[in-house]
C-alpha cells in the first residue's frame, strides 16, 4: 500500500519561499502522476500542482508562475518549490496520485503558514 509522507511546511513571511517534499514508498513511483493539493481551514481540499501522463506540469491558476512541481525518480520523491508566497497560500499541503483509482491513503500532510 502506497504510503506518502510530507514535509518541509512551515511559518514565513509573505514573499518568501518554501519547498514541500514527498516521500512515497510502498507503490511504484515512476507510475505515480503525483498531485500537490491544499486544504485551507473551512475549504476544500484543492489540487494546485500536478505531473501528466506526459511528464507535463499543470498549475491552478492562483499559483502560476510561483510554484513549481519536480521529482526525482531516484529518491521516489516530489518537491514543491514554493516562491513569492502570499498569506492565501496559507493551508495544510498534501501529496497523492491525481488518479482516484490509484490514490493512496493521505498522509498528514504538512502546514505552510504565511504572514503578512
Known amino acids: 500500500q502506497v504510503q506518502l509522507v510530507e514535509s518541509g511546511g512551515g511559518l514565513v513571511q509573505a514573499g518568501g519561499s518554501l519547498r514541500l517534499s514527498c516521500a512515497v514508498s510502498?507503490?511504484?513511483?515512476?507510475?505515480?502522476?503525483i498531485g500537490w493539493y491544499r486544504q485551507a481551514p473551512g475549504k476544500q481540499r484543492q489540487l494546485v500542482a500536478n505531473f501528466g501522463s506526459t511528464g507535463n506540469t499543470a498549475y491552478v491558476g492562483s499559483v502560476e508562475g510561483r510554484f513549481t512541481i519536480s521529482r526525482d525518480f531516484a529518491k521516489s520523491t516530489a518537491y514543491l518549490q514554493m516562491d513569492s508566497l502570499k498569506p492565501e497560500d496559507t493551508a495544510v499541503y498534501y501529496c497523492n496520485d491525481i488518479r482516484p483509482s490509484l490514490a493512496g491513503r493521505w498522509g498528514q500532510g504538512t502546514q505552510v503558514t504565511v504572514s503578512s
Open positions: 510502498g507503490s511504484t513511483f515512476s507510475s505515480m502522476l
